[in-house]
């Protein structure tokens, strides 16, 4: 990836939930990089800190979320001229003041959401949500909004786009509803867009036409996309490169082809020979012994060690670092990488 422009770095990122129950250590030292133009997938079993990751990196934490550590790098020059950010070097997102904030979430970041049911405001046409937030970060003259407004529907496949305008929400199916989020979502045309499952409350037929309609829209506004999701069939299907994550850590990641052809971290291993393959015949489906770690009360060392069969002593003493490993883009989180080598050499060098 060194012929690449870095669009995105994060470092280090800790992030807390104060409850009742106790604190929730939802994030423990997150870091990834992502690049311009690509498709960075998040993936991981519910609870993993996928959404996490994306609210605190957008500064969206509900009250009870708090990020006590880490650092957001926004390298894209465009968005800086938008912001009139005049600083040498990238945008600390977190430190950023709330008015410069809340622009970057038009002008450099932008959410769709998990569930296009719920996103929308129930009281509000299509067209008033569309030009709410156009009017904000473009402000264009009336009509001038409305023609971007009916513009970005038809771009959205959403026709006629004057009928479409003026509906509420509840007139129209979840696949259009999701539409309309991703048509919000490029109203300011951002340079990232976080997609947090964005096809979860969809049927199968409308998922696979949605998912494209993304790919095509991210190279028509030239857009990197970070996809949340635990289906690793739309991971195959639409990403560039993975971060599989566990229990609030990125373990592992790698471009997509080496992440399924030769994953590395004993977790990723598990997770992927446990979806089934309707070419293989099992007398029982594969699964990850052990349980999800209560998070207000973590493991100690390497998260996964309970669960792991590679794991040591120094597992449950010391959390393990994210390093490169074979390649200088496959970076793996394990302290016992040379026996998980070892195990794939014998087996014949893959999963």
């Known amino acids: 990836m060194k012929d690449k422009e870095i669009l995105m770095e994060v470092k280090d990122l800790v992030t807390r939930f104060y409850t009742e129950d106790g604190v929730v250590k939802a994030l423990e030292g997150v870091s990834f990089t992502l690049y311009k133009g690509e498709t960075l997938a998040?993936?991981?079993?519910?609870?993993?800190?996928?959404?996490?990751?994306?609210?605190?990196?957008?500064?969206?934490?509900?009250?009870?979320?708090?990020?006590?550590?880490?650092?957001?790098?926004?390298?894209?020059?465009?968005?800086?001229?938008?912001?009139?950010?005049?600083?040498?070097?990238?945008?600390?997102?977190?430190?950023?003041?709330?008015?410069?904030?809340?622009?970057?979430?038009?002008?450099?970041?932008?959410?769709?959401?998990?569930?296009?049911m719920t996103s929308l405001n129930p009281v509000y046409t299509v067209g008033d949500q569309l030009m709410e937030v156009i009017k904000l970060h473009k402000k264009l003259p009336d009509n001038e909004t409305k023609k971007l407004a009916l513009k970005l529907l038809e771009d959205v496949e959403l026709t006629p786009p004057e009928e479409i305008f003026n509906k509420y929400p509840h007139q129209l199916s979840g696949g259009q509803r999701q539409r309309i989020v991703i048509s919000i979502s490029l109203a300011a045309e951002p340079a990232?867009?976080?997609?947090?499952?964005?096809?979860?409350?969809?049927?199968?037929?409308?998922?696979?036409?949605?998912?494209?309609?993304?790919?095509?829209?991210?190279?028509?506004?030239?857009?990197?996309?970070?996809?949340?999701?635990?289906?690793?069939?739309?991971?195959?299907?639409?990403?560039?490169r993975v971060g599989v994550m566990y229990a609030g850590r990125v373990v592992e990641v790698a471009d997509k082809y080496t992440l399924f052809n030769r994953p590395l971290h004993p977790y990723t291993q598990?997770?992927?020979?446990?979806?089934?393959?309707?070419?293989?015949?099992?007398?029982?489906?594969?699964?990850i012994p052990g349980t999800v770690p209560?998070?207000?009360?973590?493991?100690?060392?390497?998260?996964?060690?309970?669960?792991?069969?590679?794991a040591t002593d120094i597992c449950k003493e010391k959390i393990p670092e994210l390093k490169a490993v074979e390649t200088d883009d496959h970076f793996v989180e394990c302290w016992n990488i040379d026996a998980v080598i070892k195990d794939l050499a014998e087996k014949g060098g893959a999963c």
């Open 42 to 116: 998040l993936v991981g079993e519910t609870g993993c800190g996928k959404s996490v990751t994306a609210l605190s990196i957008l500064r969206l934490l509900p009250i009870s979320g708090k990020t006590l550590k880490g650092e957001v790098l926004f390298y894209d020059e465009e968005t800086k001229a938008r912001l009139k950010y005049n600083e040498k070097g990238p945008i600390p997102v977190l430190t950023l003041e709330p008015q410069d904030m809340l622009k970057l979430r038009g002008f450099g970041m932008s959410l769709i959401t998990q569930d296009p």
């Open 192 to 240: 990232l867009i976080f997609a947090d499952e964005p096809t979860t409350a969809l049927d199968v037929t409308i998922q696979a036409r949605v998912l494209e309609l993304m790919q095509e829209l991210k190279e028509e506004f030239q857009t990197s996309l970070i996809l949340i999701t635990h289906n690793l069939g739309i991971v195959a299907e639409t990403s560039d």
């Open 270 to 287: 598990g997770l992927i020979a446990a979806v089934p393959v309707i070419t293989e015949k099992r007398e029982e489906l594969s699964y």
């Open 294 to 310: 209560n998070l207000i009360h973590p493991p100690t060392g390497c998260r996964f060690h309970p669960r792991c069969p590679y």
